[in-house]
T-cell receptor
Framework: GQQLNQSPQSMFIQEGEDVSMNCTSSSIFNTWLWYKQDPGEGPVLLIALYKAGELTSNGRLTAQFGITRKDSFLNISASIPSDVGIYFCAGQGGFGGATNKLIFGTGTLLAVQP | NAGVTQTPKFRILKIGQSMTLQCAQDMNHNYMYWYRQDPGMGLKLIYYSVGAGITDKGEVPNGYNVSRSTTEDFPLRLELAAPSQTSVYFC????????????FGSGTQLSVL
C-alpha cells in the first residue's frame, strides 16, 4: 500500500528557533495536508495544498507541495511553547477510489523548550 | 454543534472479547473514517465509508468490521480482541472527496490484555 515517510521522527528545540520537517511518498498525491495533534486530542488541519509547487502560509507556518507531487515540506518560524505536539502530513490521491482516502505520515514529535 | 463524537473514551478488553466502538457525527458528512494510532506511529486507515450502505477497507482492516446504516453513525466492531489491537482509535468525517477538512473525534484508548 501507499507509504508516507515523515522526517525527522522527533525534534527538541529552543523557543524562537525555526523548524523544518518533510514528508515523502512512494506515489503521487493530488492533495497534501498538514495536521497537528495535541496530547489526548484528534489531529487538526493546519494547511492544505492542491497544486505541485504551491507554497501556502498560515501565520508562522509555511508548507510546500513538492514539484514531483511525491513530497511536501512544513516550516515553522520562531517556535513558541504551544507549538508542541505531533505534526502529521497526509496525502490524497487523485484517481478513482484513491480520492476517497487520506493516508497519513508517521508523524514528527515537536518539543519546544522555553 | 457536537462534531464527531466517539464512545467510549477508554476500554480494557480481555483477549477474545468483542466490542463496538461508537462514532457519530452531526455535520451531515458523507465520508467517515476509522484510524488507529499506535505509540510513535502515524494514523493507519482501518475502514472508511463514502455514504450510508457503502464501506471499504483501508490499510489495516484485518480483525475489524464496520457498518454504515445511517449517515450519522459509523461503528467499528472488534470480534475477537487481540493484544495487537491495543491502540488509540480515531473516527473522522468530512463532507466529500473534494472537501479536504477532516474532523476528528477525541479518540478511544483501547487496551487488550
Amino acid at each position: 500500500g501507499q507509504q508516507l515517510n515523515q522526517s525527522p521522527q522527533s525534534m527538541f528545540i529552543q523557543e524562537g528557533e525555526d523548524v523544518s520537517m518533510n514528508c515523502t511518498s512512494s506515489s503521487i498525491f493530488n492533495t497534501w495536508l498538514w495536521y497537528k495533534q495535541d496530547p489526548g486530542e484528534g489531529p487538526v488541519l493546519l494547511i492544505a495544498l492542491y497544486k505541485a509547487g504551491e507554497l501556502t502560509s498560515n501565520g508562522r507556518l509555511t508548507a510546500q507541495f513538492g514539484i514531483t507531487r511525491k513530497d511536501s515540506f512544513l516550516n515553522i518560524s520562531a517556535s513558541i511553547p504551544s507549538d508542541v505536539g505531533i505534526y502529521f502530513c497526509a496525502g490524497q490521491g487523485g484517481f478513482g477510489g484513491a480520492t476517497n482516502k487520506l493516508i497519513f505520515g508517521t508523524g514528527t514529535l515537536l518539543a519546544v523548550q522555553p | 454543534n457536537a462534531g464527531v463524537t466517539q464512545t467510549p473514551k477508554f476500554r480494557i478488553l480481555k483477549i477474545g472479547q468483542s466490542m463496538t466502538l461508537q462514532c457519530a457525527q452531526d455535520m451531515n458528512h458523507n465520508y467517515m473514517y476509522w484510524y488507529r494510532q499506535d505509540p510513535g506511529m502515524g494514523l493507519k486507515l482501518i475502514y472508511y465509508s463514502v455514504g450510508a450502505g457503502i464501506t471499504d477497507k483501508g490499510e489495516v482492516p484485518n480483525g475489524y468490521n464496520v457498518s454504515r446504516s445511517t449517515t450519522e453513525d459509523f461503528p467499528l466492531r472488534l470480534e475477537l480482541a487481540a493484544p495487537s489491537q491495543t491502540s488509540v482509535y480515531f473516527c473522522a468525517s468530512r463532507g466529500g472527496a473534494t472537501n479536504e477538512k477532516l474532523f476528528f473525534g477525541s479518540g478511544t484508548q483501547l487496551s487488550v490484555l
